[in-house]
């Protein structure tokens, strides 16, 4: 899928290595089905380690998934095998209380998010005009926008910034030109690669050299921390 962008990175002295050592790209878009539960997933994430975040992911599978009860049933709940083939829809957020949110656990701040987030969610979009005009986030529409658009779309539901917005648009939607500056771990792996001690504005003038794939250069240099 990203025979163009590795070629083209092959040719950066820092990015040609990491596709030596990683090899093919294997970031790709994913079903519309996921978008709303890998923007739960997304909010989750915020501020935890990615095992306490996949453990409390899992527990609002279960609970929130329409297949809840049969799996409240299983010998092995809160395993994740028993979620791997169950989805977060937003009226199962909605179905539950805060408290068996906050059993998953998950933060109260964050159950408010979540909330908003399902609210703010329609199962049938209506015009992209009408959609603008109510204020309501269809996920369907996000596909036919640019970055930015999505980007303005997402930060509308409390709890999403930019950084959930660009997780969004690079795992989700397989955006190939983003550049997550914010994000730590890819700062922190940024300098381990380039050894140059830059800030965040140098980074981001740096990454430009890998405009338009930025978005496969992070990805590599992400794995460079594997």
Known sequence: MWKE?????????????????????????????????????????????????????????????????????????????????????????????????????????????????????????PSLKTSKGQGRLCLGNLIILSDEEIIQKLTEVKGIGEWTAQMFLMFTLARPDVFPVGDLGLRNAFDRVVKKGLNREEMEKFALRWKPYRTIASWYIWKNTD
């Not at 994430?45 to 609002?60: D, E, T």
């Not at 599978?61 to 994740?80: D, E, F, G, L, Y």
């Open 5 to 125: 962008a590795e070629e083209f990175l092959a040719k950066d002295k820092y990015i040609a290595p990491l596709i030596t050592k990683y090899g093919h790209c294997t970031l790709k878009p994913r079903p519309q089905k996921y978008y709303f539960e890998d923007l739960v997933d997304a909010i989750v994430q915020q501020q935890l380690s990615m095992k306490a975040a996949s453990s409390i992911f899992n527990r609002i599978k279960m609970v929130a998934s329409s297949k809840r009860q049969a799996i409240r049933n299983n010998q092995h709940k809160w395993r994740k095998e028993a979620t791997k083939n169950v989805e977060i829809t937003p009226q199962g957020i909605l179905a539950l209380a805060d408290e068996e949110l906050r059993t998953c656990g998950l933060s109260r701040a964050k159950i408010v998010y979540v909330h908003d987030l399902a609210t703010k969610v329609t199962s049938n979009p």
